[in-house]
Nanobody, 124 residues
Framework: QVQLVESGGGLVQPGGSLRLSCAASGFTLDYYAIGWFRQAPGKEREGILCISSSDGTTYYVDSVKGRFTISSDNAKNTVYLQMNSLKPEDTAVYYC?????????????????WGQGTQVTVSS
């Protein structure tokens, strides 16, 4: 059974950091593209960045460049989203998603599997 499970969300003060994890089971991450998305209340789900063996790392939101990084640990079959210098506008539910052909995209409809999401709240 294919499954993605996010963890690591929580409440953090502005300027703080969080590391989100996306653990995959039922398939091997090596051949997939893994994207991170977020959805704030009342807004559409937006692609933040993606990693794949063919595309490397691709950013889709300028405001996270220099603050967010994505990495993968194939031995653990897990992808991480390191978020630094967090801002209140980063508050959202964060999702990881897998695209089975290994091509990154900012379009959520291109992705085949989704995690359940993890809440990130940036507030003082």
């Amino acid at each position: 059974q294919v499954q993605l499970v996010e963890s690591g969300g929580g409440l953090v003060q502005p300027g703080g950091s969080l590391r989100l994890s996306c653990a995959a089971s039922g398939f091997t991450l090596d051949y997939y593209a893994i994207g991170w998305f977020r959805q704030a209340p009342g807004k559409e789900r937006e692609g933040i960045l993606c990693i794949s063996s063919s595309d490397g790392t691709t950013y889709y939101v300028d405001s996270v460049k220099g603050r967010f990084t994505i990495s993968s640990d194939n031995a653990k079959n897990t992808v991480y989203l390191q978020m630094n210098s967090l801002k209140p506008e980063d508050t959202a539910v964060y999702y990881c998603a897998a695209e089975m052909f290994g091509f990154c995209s900012s379009d959520p409809y291109e992705y085949d599997y989704w995690g359940q999401g993890t809440q990130v709240t940036v507030s003082s």
